[in-house]
């Protein structure tokens, strides 16, 4: 039983690092928008998305006393909150900036709506709801990923091909 505590503290502070490592990854991004003082064409539908799910996670690791997984997505939950800060003061236009606005408020009905529904269920349902929301959000992250880069290949490519012709 002690070994298995080890592991399973071992694989937490691993699990932890990376993930802290993983919502850092786009600083370079955002310290170029802040030399630049703008966050352009920039969209805010990733980071919504990864706010969602690190708060999701966060509440399923309340719930099942994980403490790691807590300390990670409150780390991981405020770096979001400054990138988001970040975009939302460096947008260009006000039309932008209003546009990413309502996208952020969507955020909070979101959130509140989860409170809401979730405050009302038995125990073990909301352990569940609340696991099914943060692997439904990490799967929205990596699909806009790959969705994000699948288009700019395609584009590419065609553009290239046009290019050649």
Known sequence: ????????T?????GMISGVFLYLSPMTIML?????????EFSL?????AFLNSLFTLGYASMSSNWFAMVANMLDSSIIIF???VVLFLSP????????????FAVEVALVTYVCVSHSMHWRTKVLFNGFLATAFSIAIYTKLLVSISSSYVIHHFVRKQIIL
Do not use: D, W
């Open 1 to 8: 039983m002690h070994m298995e505590n080890n592991v399973h």
């Open 10 to 14: 071992a694989v937490s502070v691993a």
């Open 32 to 40: 170029r928008m802040v030399k630049e003082s703008s966050s352009g």
């Open 45 to 49: 539908t990733p980071f919504n998305l």
């Open 83 to 85: 990138y988001i800060i």
């Open 93 to 104: 236009t006000k039309i932008m900036m209003l546009k990413r606005v309502v996208a952020l």
